[in-house]
């Protein structure tokens, strides 16, 4: 097919040279580069929440296997963190502990490990704080250990 229009016979080959690369180019910057700074974002909040999951899963396992509740707050805070750590994280971990029993070490109390942090979010500099909690129950056989 020849390249103009039949109805009016003008060749439409010569009217626009080279503007296909000009509007591709116009579609990245616009649709693409926001699209990959959000996604920079997204991956960041939930590598996050998942080193925080991580954290605070292994702040409470250490928790109630602990023989003393000073023995089990330094060695839970100190698990959190390096798993947080492991996981490239360099910010700040907030780590608190609620109990159900006021003694916490009894059997079958639960005890709650709750981890927070502020992230920084890249190409923003925003600062959000996510957190995590992790529930676990002491070991119901916990009297008749040594």
Known sequence: MPPWNNSTG??????EPGNAIVEFIGVMVVIIV???????I????????????GAA?????????????????????????TSWEDRGF?????VTYACSDPSCLVPNATVTATVS??????????????????????????????
């Open 10 to 15: 003008e060749d439409f080959s010569a009217a």
């Open 34 to 40: 926001p699209a990959l700074g959000l996604l920079a």
């Open 42 to 53: 997204l991956a960041t909040i939930v590598s996050a929440q998942f080193a925080l999951q």
């Open 57 to 81: 899963r292994e702040s409470a396992r250490v928790f109630v296997r602990a023989n003393t509740v000073a023995e089990a707050n330094s060695s839970a805070t100190a698990a959190a963190k």
């Open 90 to 94: 360099t910010e700040a971990l907030a």
């Open 117 to 146: 942090a502020q992230i920084e979010l890249p190409l923003i500099g925003t600062r959000v704080t996510l957190r995590d909690s992790q529930p676990m129950t002491v070991d119901a056989f916990r009297a008749a250990r040594p």
